[in-house]
Each structure stands twice: as structure tokens, then as C-alpha cells.
């Protein structure tokens, strides 16, 4: 396991997880998220999992709540995940962070196999935003774009390793490269459009004690939770500038003074709000079922 925390130094990269450094960009065709289940689609040859959405035909669903957009996949063996994150904030969360897919073979969102992709770093390995002079103008919103996907290029670079949980009741995490012989399989990229692309394959053999006979037109469904992890917030920040990022509530709300001035004992308590997208999906049998 990895850990890491947040400090008055890393302000910065900080403001990025929860301040929009651009207006998230509506998500063109895809349906809304309906209730209940989502229909995967069966694809007769396995995709490449290799973070590119060039092989990507069929449209995402979109999930306001978590701003992301997705799409699952199967064939006789394999389930597959794809996401696509337009939105800055939660690009830096589900990257820097860390993410955890859960999945499970009753439909209701149990944590019953789980797969921790991106791990989460150390924030204080990025590089600090350039330093300005007291007074001087603060950077426009194309060079806080542009700074924040170097970052994440940056990041994904090295994302090659990630972690299974629950896997074959182990109470520890297991250890894997993303490209796991295992069959579970993992990338994640950033594409020419600044969109952060995520690809997951799973063979349902991990998920299902018995492979379901989907060929044959037994019903599956997989549950499916994507959810954020949180950084370790600071206790205290007797030292820190009135004027911080931290402070002036410039996370969007989400990573900021709780109690207004730190009303409670022990200093300001804080918050972070991050993701998550819960859903199910209805395995495909073959082409257009």
C-alpha cells in the first residue's frame, strides 16, 4: 500500500483536484445514466486495452454526478470497461489519487473482487507550479491547463503496476503489472484532445465461481463501482497563509475550511469530495442481444 499526504507546499497541485481549470466540455451522443441496469455490448474480437479510444465505435453512457462517461463491454470470457473524463479536477483525482473498480457477480455493488488502477503517488514527487513574484498576475487558464496535463502526462507514464483486492480471499493486496497475466489488464492515457482515457479487462472467471453460459442465453450481471480514494487531510494549519488555496476554499467547495475558521478543537477540520459512479450491467450474450 501506498500513502501520502497533502501539505501547504503542494497547494498547487492541490487546487487542481478540485478547481476547474476549464469548463467541462458536454459530452457529445451517449444517453444519460438510466436507473437500474445498463445493456454491455458484445464484441466478437477482444479489444486492445492500451489507454487509446481509437477502436472506440459505440456510445458512452454518461454519469453527471461523477462527470464521467463509460461503456462496458463483454465476450464469452471477459468483461471490459472503458472510460473517457473530459472534466480537469476529476482527471486529477482519478489519477494522482488512485482508483478502485469493484466488481461482482450479484449486481448489487459488493465488494467482491477489486482492482486499484492508478495507484495512488506521492504528490510531493510532481513538480511545483512555477513561482511569481508577490503581486505579479497569477498564470491564465491555458497555462494552468497546459501545466496540469504535463503533470498527468507526466504521471500516466508510470502507471504500470496496479493492485488486486479481495482476490482469492486474500486480505492483503496483490501486487500486479497492468498488463497482468492473470488476464486482468489495465492502461490509462491522456489523448490529443486533453481527454483522460481508461481501459479494464477482467476475466469473469475472477468474478464468477461458474462462468456463465452467456452463448448459450444465461443471464449475468456484474455490479460495477467506480470509486475515488482519499488523500490523508492535515490535522492542522497554524502555520498556513489566510490566503491559500486551501483556505479560500479554491477546491470548489470540496477541500476546504469545514468549520469556517476551524471552530472545533484540534484546528479546521476538512473535507474532500470525490467520485464515484455505481451501476450494473446485463452481460451480452452475442451481437445485438
Not at 45 to 55: K, N
Request: net charge positive; glycine share 12%; aromatic share 6%.
Amino acid at each position: 500500500m501506498r500513502f501520502f499526504s497533502v501539505g501547504l507546499a503542494l497547494l498547487p497541485v492541490a487546487a487542481l483536484l478540485g478547481a476547474t481549470t476549464r469548463p467541462p466540455l458536454a459530452p457529445k451522443g451517449g444517453p444519460k445514466v438510466p436507473p437500474g441496469k445498463i445493456k454491455s455490448v458484445f464484441v466478437a474480437t477482444p479489444p486492445t486495452i492500451d489507454g487509446l479510444a481509437t477502436e472506440w465505435t459505440d456510445s458512452l453512457q454518461y454519469d453527471a454526478n461523477s462527470k464521467m462517461q463509460y461503456l462496458v463491454l463483454n465476450d464469452g470470457r471477459t468483461m471490459y470497461l472503458r472510460v473517457k473524463i473530459n472534466d480537469t479536477p476529476t482527471q486529477a483525482k482519478f489519477a494522482y489519487l488512485g482508483t478502485v473498480v469493484w466488481l461482482d457477480s450479484t449486481g448489487r455493488n459488493q465488494q467482491q473482487l477489486g482492482i486499484r488502477f492508478p495507484l495512488p503517488i506521492d504528490l510531493e514527487s510532481l513538480p511545483k507550479g512555477e513561482s511569481r513574484p508577490p503581486g505579479a498576475m497569477g498564470p491564465s487558464a491555458a497555462e494552468r491547463l497546459a501545466d496540469h496535463q504535463t503533470r498527468l502526462r507526466q504521471v500516466l507514464l508510470n502507471a504500470k503496476e496496479m493492485e488486486l483486492l479481495n482476490f482469492r480471499g486474500s486480505k492483503e493486496p496483490v501486487l500486479a503489472d497492468a498488463q497482468s497475466l492473470l488476464g486482468v489488464k489495465a492502461a490509462i492515457n491522456l489523448d490529443a484532445q486533453g481527454n483522460l482515457i481508461y481501459e479494464l479487462a477482467v476475466p469473469l472467471r475472477l468474478v464468477y465461481k461458474r462462468v456463465p453460459n452467456l452463448a448459450g442465453g444465461q443471464a449475468a450481471t456484474v455490479g460495477l463501482t467506480l470509486a475515488g480514494m482519499k488523500p490523508e487531510m492535515p490535522k492542522s494549519d497554524s502555520s498556513s497563509d489566510p490566503n491559500s488555496v486551501m483556505n479560500s476554499g479554491g477546491m470548489g467547495g470540496g477541500y476546504g475550511r469545514g468549520m469556517g475558521g476551524g471552530g472545533m478543537r484540534g484546528g479546521p477540520q476538512y473535507s474532500f469530495s470525490t467520485f464515484n459512479l455505481r451501476t450494473s450491467a446485463q452481460l451480452a450474450g452475442q451481437a445485438g442481444q
